[in-house]
């Protein structure tokens, strides 16, 4: 199974990017991928949980931090997972990882599959 995040680059502080990753499997089911989310990585920080989304989409999350501004979907036919981003502040500066699991509870403490990352640079 391999993830490949993509999307990331510099923006100015206002503007906006869209993440998006594909997962390459020979199975991509429900029990399998059933949470997908992104989390960010800051330099000298902690990692943190951006946002989550659901098999069936109809259960999402996000961090105080980016809620409003952060929208996460995924298309299951595609294999796919996207984190669109507006109103980017310089503090959300960071490596983006998209990640998924067979559960929240999982994907939230110890995600089964990680991507390589995209660097997210916002400029003040």
């Known amino acids: 199974v391999q993830l490949q995040a993509s999307g990331g680059g510099l923006v100015q502080a206002g503007g906006s990017l869209s993440l998006s990753c594909a997962v390459s499997s020979e199975t991509f089911s429900y029990y399998s991928y059933y949470a997908m989310g992104w989390f960010r990585q800051a330099p000298g920080k902690e990692r943190e949980l951006v946002a989550t989304?659901?098999?069936?989409?109809?259960?999402?999350y996000y961090a105080e931090s980016v809620k409003g501004r952060f929208t996460i979907s995924r298309d299951n036919a595609k294999n796919t997972v996207h984190l669109q981003m507006n109103t980017l502040k310089p503090e959300d500066t960071a490596v983006y990882y998209c990640a998924v699991a067979g559960s929240l509870s999982v994907l939230t403490t110890t995600p089964t599959y990680w991507g390589q990352g995209t660097q997210v640079t916002v400029s003040s």
């Open positions: 989304i659901t098999w069936s989409r109809d259960t999402t």
